[in-house]
């Protein structure tokens, strides 16, 4: 399972965002199932980074992490075969980190 959810998420990433992260790791225990990216931004927001605008980088990944929440959702509930009570994620800059967050009911 853990392979299959990491392939679900790069691929949306990928789809979505042009590329995907250099390593992905999931972590599933009981009811919650981690998605661990490092290193999936790309470059013209890594520029925004050095520029100092991080700021502008982490709004724009809370947009798009809204926007394929939905699809992130389907694809834990498909794989899973429980529904998603909740999703969670968050970013980090430097080092570049991103974990989704699932809890299963």
């Known amino acids: 399972m853990q392979n299959e959810i990491?392939?679900?998420v790069v691929s949306l990433a990928k789809k979505h965002l042009g590329r995907?992260?250099?390593s992905t790791r999931v972590t599933i225990d009981g009811d919650l199932v981690v998605v661990?990216?490092?290193n999936g931004l790309g470059s013209s927001e890594r520029l925004l980074v050095g520029e100092g605008e991080g700021d502008a980088v982490l709004?724009?990944?809370r947009v798009i992490q809204d926007v394929l929440r939905p699809a992130l959702v389907a694809e834990i509930q498909r794989i899973m075969g429980r529904q998603v009570?909740?999703?969670m994620s968050a970013?980090?800059?430097d080092p570049d980190y991103a974990a989704e967050i699932f809890?299963?009911?």
């Open 103 to 105: 809890i299963l009911l």
């Open 6 to 8: 990491a392939d679900a």
């Open 36 to 38: 661990l990216l490092r």
């Open 59 to 61: 709004a724009f990944r």
């Open 91 to 93: 970013n980090a800059l």
């Open 20 to 22: 995907g992260p250099e």
């Open 85 to 87: 009570g909740t999703f």
